[in-house]
């Protein structure tokens, strides 16, 4: 019975070993959630996604009343100061913000949150596996994620001035971020701006909710006017 056993467990052994590596273990097969891997091979996909962006957008700059207000700025119709306390009436003094501040943290965070998400679109939408119905169709969802983009880093750029360019899709851990020009953020901006031009439609093309051509060509303007 234990020569048995024995020849058994070895055989279990032999075969657990000859079968598979330790690098195949640890390489994770999504199946049952989503990963830029699984999600982005159709163009309704790409729309989803697009759509994903403008959602941020509208509930973190237009909506949510005085909950966002670190976002909005606090106005009159906001009434923040009511409540009297120093962080609230800190929001009326923008030049004492430093790196530590959440109401920046908040604008830091949600922009480049975005420009991530834009990255992935960018980069994903030229895979081999996304079967476009034409090149047109592909650069439009290109140009809109680049308008996007543009979007972000502008505002980074007025707020903070140099800031790191992130330009491709993060797939890890990343820690050698360097800063770059204000100057060369609005070129960016401006690179992003003239290819989304030449591909996005035009506001009677398209369905309520997302820019038109002519939002592009109004953030160009500020861009070339910085």
Not at 115 to 123: F, M, S, T
Not at 152 to 173: D, H, M, S
Request: charged share 20%; glycine share 8%; net charge negative.
């Amino acid at each position: 019975m234990r020569k048995i056993i024995y020849l058994f467990l070895t055989g279990l052994l032999t075969t657990g070993t000859t079968s598979c590596s330790q690098d195949d273990i640890l390489n994770e097969r999504p199946k049952d959630f989503l990963t830029p891997s699984n999600s982005y091979n159709t163009p309704d996909a790409f729309v989803s996604a697009i759509a994903n962006i403008y959602l941020d957008v509208r509930e973190q700059l237009y909506e949510g009343g005085w909950q966002t207000y670190q976002m909005l700025g606090p106005g009159v119709d906001v009434a923040a100061v009511r409540f009297n306390g120093p962080a609230l009436t800190q929001a009326f003094h923008w030049n004492t913000f430093n790196a530590d501040n959440g109401f920046g943290n908040s604008w830091w965070i949600s922009l480049y949150d975005w420009i991530g998400q834009a990255n992935v679109i960018i980069e994903r939408a030229s895979s081999e596996d996304v079967k476009w119905p034409s090149e047109a169709d592909k650069n439009q969802i290109i140009g809109e994620a680049r308008f996007l983009r543009a979007f972000a880093y502008n505002f980074l750029a007025n707020i903070w001035g140099g800031v790191p360019l992130v330009l491709q899709e993060t797939t890890g851990p990343k820690f050698d971020y360097h800063r770059t020009s204000q100057d060369s953020v609005y070129q960016q901006c401006k690179e992003d701006l003239v290819f989304a031009i030449q591909w996005m439609k035009t506001v009677d093309q398209l369905p309520g909710g997302r820019a038109p051509r002519a939002a592009a060509y109004t953030l160009l303007s500020e861009v070339n006017i910085s």
